[in-house]
Every structure is written in C-alpha cells, then in structure tokens.
C-alpha cells in the first residue's frame, strides 16, 4: 500500500494566529516526509501560505483529514479522520491535542516559532507592549504602544519590536505571542481572564520560560527569560518524534 495523502481543513492563512499558522506548518512537514498535504478551506478563500502547501481543488480517495476543532461534524465524510484540538472541545475519534489540559489525548506540537527570527537581542529595551488577544483588556499603561493584527505587519517586525520592548503585558494566557516574545527575551506578564491560566498555558510539555501572572513579579521576570530560547530548541527532537507518531496513527486508519 501507498502512503496516504492528508487534508488539513483550516481557515484562509494569517500570519497572526498562531493556531491557523500550525496547522499550515504541519502541511509544510508533512511535505518534507514524503507524503501529500493539501489545504481544504473552513473559512474564506485560499490565500497562500509561507510553505506553499498548496489548496485541495480534487480530494483523493484515500486521503486522510485532519479537523481542528473549529470543524463541524465529520464535512468530508469520510471514516478516515482525526481531531487535532488546539483549544478545548468535545469531540469523538481519534484525537490529538496542542496541550494537555485540553485532554488526555497524545500532544501534536510542531515548531511554530522561527526560532531563526525569534531569538534575542543585545541591544537596549524600552517600552510596554499589551495584546489584547482573545482576553479582556483591564487596562493599558500610559505610553504603551498595543499590538493588533495589523501592527507590527509582518513576522520580522514583530520580532524586532518584541526585541526592542522592555516588557509585554497580555491579556490573554493562551496565546502564540507569549512564547514569540520571550524567545526574543522580552519578559512577559499575563493577566489573564481565567479561560486559561499561566499555570496551565505555560506549563505543558512546550516549555515557557520568563513569564509571570503579575506586574510586582516583572523583575523575577526580567531574570528568567534568557533561558526561553534554548528551553525551545531543547524541545525541536521531541517534536520530531510526536509527529513521527501522528504519522504512525494516522496512516494506521
């Protein structure tokens, strides 16, 4: 038997969602393993990505699909199917999950950062940062510039703001920027809404490092978050064998 191609459903591409970016991403690794990866679209029209992991105009017979859990029921009919939950949901079948507070399902993480980009800097930091994200804004520091889904407009920029910030405050625990701005040893302190916690958001498998729960701990902040980097490059083999048994499982239906 011949490998089975994948369908990975998933909204028009965003370079700001972390949760659309990875399920694109995991496309693109597919690709590098051999197999075929297309993109079938849940929302708006197909835009292209950075890894040209190309839309499905023509489902293959035997392909395997792949849901997040923004998915609706079963759409391609098919038995050969699997949940990959980034955020909690119920759903029935077979499952994996981005963190394991979502359930008790084996972790699919893949390297999301481009820690090539995300990395630190040597040069001064000034400045407050706040993201809104998916939390519920308390307040925003005087001379704090905010960023939105427009600013900064592309990932370098990004990079080079959170490089250049003295600290970020989000407000919004369970968030791809957290982990972006403290590979780039900007300290960050998450006053969350409760959804998610930063026991639980910072605490799973993909190690945080330099992050707090209140602006009186920034310092301890501050002397931690130079250890964020290598704590993510520590985890790339281990992400390498959790796709390796997604494969496993998945080729399997």
Not at 21 to 34: D, F, I, N, P, S
Not at 156 to 181: K, N, P
Not at 183 to 203: E, F, R
Not at 217 to 239: C, F, R, S, T
Request: some cysteine; charged content about 20%; proline content about 7%.
């Amino acid at each position: 038997m011949g490998l089975k191609p994948y369908v990975i459903w998933a909204p028009d591409y965003r370079h700001v969602s972390g949760g659309i970016r990875v399920l694109y991403l995991l496309g693109h690794l597919l690709q590098e393993r051999g197999f075929r990866a297309e993109m079938m679209m849940t929302h708006g029209p197909f835009v292209g990505n950075p890894w040209g992991v190309p839309e499905c105009v023509a489902v293959p017979h035997d392909a395997v699909h792949v849901y997040p859990e923004i998915v609706e029921g079963n759409p391609s009919g098919s038995d050969q199917h699997v949940w990959w939950l980034l955020n909690r949901a119920d759903k029935q079948g077979h499952k994996f999950v981005w963190h394991p507070d979502i359930s008790w399902d084996p972790v699919l993480n893949v390297p999301y950062i481009e820690h090539e980009l995300f990395r630190p800097g040597d040069g001064p930091r000034s400045g407050v940062l706040v993201w809104r994200g998916k939390g519920h804004v308390k307040f925003v520091p005087e001379g704090a510039s905010v960023i939105t889904h427009s600013w900064p407009a592309t990932r370098q920029e990004l990079a080079d703001v959170l490089r250049s910030a003295e600290y970020l405050i989000s407000f919004d625990a369970y968030t791809a920027l957290v982990h972006e701005a403290t590979m780039c040893s900007c300290p960050v302190v998450v006053l969350d809404d409760g959804n998610w916690t930063l026991d639980k958001s910072a605490n799973g498998p993909m190690r945080m490092v330099g992050v707090v729960d209140a602006l009186d701990k920034i310092e301890q902040a501050k002397a931690e978050v130079a250890g964020a980097h290598q704590a993510y490059m520590d985890y790339l083999p281990e992400m390498g064998r959790q796709l390796d048994e997604f494969i496993r499982v998945t080729q399997s239906l």
